[in-house]
């Protein structure tokens, strides 16, 4: 079967870069990286990405004049790389509609929350602030509408009473993050996943609602 190549769009430490990187080493996802791409020099996941031996380059939103400059020069490296598919792992610039919709169906982002709650930034202070009992992470397609694309899987853990927001980030990564993002980008890769008339769908099946796991269940 051939390798899916997939453009990542990083912003920072390159976490979830690197444990969709350790899930192909180990097989389960059948695809390669053919591009990370930042918005930001210096930052870690580009790193990630030379000591893999993955091109990588550096598109700095601030010498672009707006947003569809700065998103044509992204289209311009993800289009000439060959990448099939385009994964947001800590990409930390909005979209314009445009961009979003040459890459529809093929680009996927993970929110640390379980949406539709919590769009946006903050989420981890926010569930702690509302009494939440438990709280996520989603990975979902990618549409114009912020954090508002349809949801494939979300994965949940419960919140304790020493969590504190940076330490429900931390187990949000750690517990569910690093486990979710890798399985969804290997169904894209794989073929099992599409986006058809709006809806996911997992092995020609349509989604009815996003999958849900509990990530500490012998908690």
């Known amino acids: 079967m051939k390798r899916r190549r997939l453009a990542v769009l990083v912003s920072g430490t390159g976490r979830n870069l ?25 930052v870690r996941a580009l790193d990630i990405a030379r ?35 385009v994964v947001l792992a800590g990409f930390m610039r909005v979209l314009t509609g445009e961009f979003v919709q040459r890459y529809t169906g093929r680009m996927l982002n993970i929110h640390p929350s379980l949406l539709p709650l919590y769009r946006g930034l903050r989420t981890h202070q926010r569930a702690l602030d509302d009494g939440q009992a438990t709280h996520g992470a989603s990975v979902h397609f990618v549409t114009p509408e912020l954090d508002g694309g349809p949801v494939i899987k979300q994965g949940r853990i ?17 517990e569910v993050e690093c486990r979710l993002y890798p399985e ?36």
């Not at 504190?164 to 990564?173: G, N």
């Not at 980008?185 to 989604?207: C, K, N, Y």
């Open 51 to 85: 000591e893999h031996a993955i091109p990588s380059a550096v598109i700095d939103h601030r010498d672009y004049a707006d947003r569809p400059q700065f998103d044509a020069a992204l289209a311009g490296a993800i289009d000439a790389s060959g990448a099939e598919a």
């Open 158 to 174: 419960h919140i304790g009473p020493e969590d504190t927001a940076d330490s429900l980030a931390a187990r949000i990564f750690a």
């Open 18 to 42: 690197a444990a969709i990187l350790d899930a192909m080493r180990r097989g389960e996802i059948r695809g390669q990286v053919s591009l990370v791409l930042s918005n930001r020099p210096g």
């Open 184 to 219: 969804v980008v290997g169904w894209l890769t794989s073929g099992r996943l599409r986006l058809r008339h709006g809806r996911p769908e997992l092995d020609g099946e349509p989604l009815q609602a996003p999958l849900l796991e509990d990530y500490d269940a012998a908690r």
